[in-house]
């Protein structure tokens, strides 16, 4: 199995920054896709960033100019950097990652998770 943890949220006043972090583990063979969500109160899961591997980076118009995605293959690990943080920028954030692990006997078989959420929430 592939666990992904996150850290990095919390509270911050308009204008400021965070950084989230999000590290992969388990049997991992490959990572393909990294990428960060968010779902707001009442509101569906929205794409925030992602990076391909090796195929740059996608973003939302909404944070496009102020959040960075970036990502270490050597620690399996994606980060997103949030700089002028709005307060519509408030909500839940999940790290996704998407490749491939070393199921049972040897086998490679893609997978897909998430991880458990954290909280931003941009406030004065």
């Known amino acids: 199995q592939v666990q992904l943890v996150e850290s990095g949220g919390g509270l911050v006043q308009p204008g400021g920054s965070l950084r989230l972090s999000c590290a992969a583990s388990?049997?991992?063979?490959?990572?393909?896709?990294m990428g960060w969500y968010r779902q707001a109160p009442g509101k569906q899961r929205e794409l925030v960033a992602s990076?391909?591997?090796?195929?740059?980076?996608n973003y939302a118009d909404s944070v496009k100019g102020r959040f960075t995605i970036s990502r270490d293959n050597a620690k399996r690990t994606v980060y997103l950097q949030m700089n002028s943080l709005k307060p519509e920028d408030t909500a839940v954030y999940y790290c996704?990652?998407?490749?491939?692990?070393?199921?049972?006997?040897?086998?490679?078989?893609?997978?897909?998770?998430w991880g458990q959420g954290t909280q931003v929430t941009v406030s004065s």
């Open positions: 990076t391909p591997s090796g195929a740059g980076t």
């Open positions: 388990g049997n991992i063979f490959s990572i393909n896709a």
């Open positions: 996704n990652v998407a490749g491939r692990r070393i199921g049972n006997f040897g086998t490679i078989i893609g997978f897909n998770s």
